[in-house]
């Protein structure tokens, strides 16, 4: 299992490598439209926007599926989702995200779900600005949160966990010495 927490570690950080590209994508494109006007370079900060969040909701649920052996479901699973990922598991893993980034992904969960559900002609300037200039915040607090978890898992597969009373595989078993 210590191979598993290594392999969750390398998907955080292949992850978040494709994010931060997403990221440069939104800055580009929202000054290529304030520069423009043109609804097309809107279109596609909307788009990238909504690959944000379901960037980094990709790797939620593989944590919650490899790590925490509980993926939410029903109607709310992502609000459950986000939720489940600022919550550390007493002997498994300590929490993904910090409150602070917690408070900012929310409005790009909600956006996720507004996108999916309006047609593009129907985006609001204002909305999605306020949403591109939060974005280098909620990126980099979530990014510092999601690579000192990546840091956490490679010293797990390491055996090198300090501060925990029993040493436990990826799942919260208990590991034989």
């Not at 000192?148 to 490679?154: D, M, Y």
């Amino acid at each position: 299992m210590k191979g598993e927490a290594l392999k969750e570690a390398q998907r955080i950080r292949d992850e978040l490598r494709q994010i931060g590209t997403i990221v440069s994508h939104v800055q580009r494109d929202w000054s290529e439209f304030v520069r423009t006007g043109h609804d097309a370079y809107l279109k596609a900060v909307a788009y990238d926007l909504h690959g944000f969040y379901t960037g980094l909701e990709r790797i939620f649920e593989s944590v919650a599926d490899t790590i925490d052996d509980h993926l939410p479901g029903g109607e709310s699973w992502h609000k459950e989702l986000l939720d489940q990922m600022c919550k550390e598991i007493d002997g498994v893993r300590p929490a993904l995200l910090s409150s602070n980034a917690r408070k900012l992904l929310d409005e790009f969960m909600r956006f996720r779900h507004r996108i999916r559900n309006i047609y593009s002609f129907n985006l609001i300037p204002e909305r999605v600005k306020n949403l591109v200039e939060k974005l280098p915040d909620a990126y980099d607090q979530a990014r510092q949160d999601l690579v000192a978890f990546a840091q956490f898992l490679e010293q797990l597969s390491s055996g090198d966990v300090r501060g925990t009373s029993v040493d436990r595989d990826v799942r919260g078993t208990s590991v034989d010495k």
